[in-house]
């Protein structure tokens, strides 16, 4: 009986991480670059159930029994967001559609919407995504797709978050001329009156994404930058760097209201599941204890 209340608690924490998850998710729906995250449960593992004493003769081996289920992590879904005109010289959306070649067949991976593909070994490739680059206030590297930038006093453009923005040569980027009078090319140049300033954003593509860890504020690291696969835009690259112009988020907001829904049935129908054992054991204690 124990082991129901459990089993059912279990199920209780997992759905409420899942609806926290997706109301996070909503709450985010206009912040620039959002990416929208997936909470992915897992059981326990399985344990075999024997039957121990009695006289039964033959296999005592009853069969396996699951115990319960739990949130096992997050993981962010890469999806490129609608570009919105905003007319503000200083905001920057990123539209990636890049593609990343089977070494087997020389061809691109057919890759899904949600940016995976599941190869016939069972292992896992996912798209490869374009990110800006920034400098926390520590001086660390950081990446992130809200181009919602700005340009301080010193002439130096800083994130959102205040997080310098980097230039090409992976050195905060501190701009000659005021940032109304610029203008930048597909692959994130500027130019003044048509002419090439020698300043460049840092636009970086992370061939492994999922290795990637947020830090909140739509800003990510790479605890191991070799194994993301961090390396800099090429000209061949299918990213295209687009002046007054955000990225919205990729909430898909119907989905997350239907995510929503079944995540508080679930946890309701758990909730019963706990009703139900605690007025079982109110009788077994109450009313069978005292015959």
Do not use: C, W
Not at 231 to 243: E, I, K, P
Request: hydrophobic fraction near 35%; proline fraction near 4%.
């Amino acid at each position: 009986m124990l082991r129901g209340l459990y089993t059912a608690a279990a199920g209780m924490m997992t759905q409420q991480r899942l609806h926290d998850t997706v109301t996070q998710n909503i709450a985010n729906i206009n912040t620039p670059g959002y990416k929208s995250v997936n909470e992915a449960a897992r059981s326990f593992p399985e344990v075999l159930v024997s039957l121990v004493g009695g006289d039964a003769p033959g296999n005592r081996q009853i069969g396996k029994l699951n115990t319960g289920v739990f949130a096992e992590e997050t993981q962010p879904i890469f999806t490129q967001g609608d570009l919105r005109e905003t007319g503000k010289m200083s905001d920057f959306g990123l539209e990636s559609s890049l593609s990343l070649v089977d070494p087997a067949t020389g061809q691109p991976y057919p890759f899904d919407e949600s940016g995976k593909y599941v190869k016939q070994d069972g292992s896992v490739v996912y798209r490869p995504q374009a990110f800006f680059t920034v400098q926390d206030n520590d001086g660390n590297v950081r990446y992130t797709r809200d181009g919602n930038f700005h340009v301080n006093a010193a002439g130096e453009l800083l994130s959102s978050t205040g997080f310098r923005v980097l230039g090409a040569n992976g050195q905060p980027l501190v701009l000659n001329q005021p940032i109304k009078d610029l203008q930048t090319d597909g692959k994130g140049n500027f130019l003044y009156n048509g002419a090439p300033t020698n300043q460049q954003l840092q636009i970086t593509v992370v061939e492994s994404p999922y290795q990637l860890t947020r830090n909140g504020n739509g800003v990510y690291e790479a605890a191991d930058p070799q194994k993301a696969g961090i390396r800099n835009l090429t000209a061949n690259d299918a990213v295209t760097v687009r002046q007054g112009s955000l990225e919205g988020s990729n909430v898909n907001t119907a989905q997350s209201m239907v995510d929503l829904m079944t995540a508080q049935r679930a946890y309701e129908a758990n909730q019963k599941v706990i009703q139900f054992y605690d007025k079982s054991m109110d009788k077994a204690v109450n009313e069978v204890g005292r015959v």
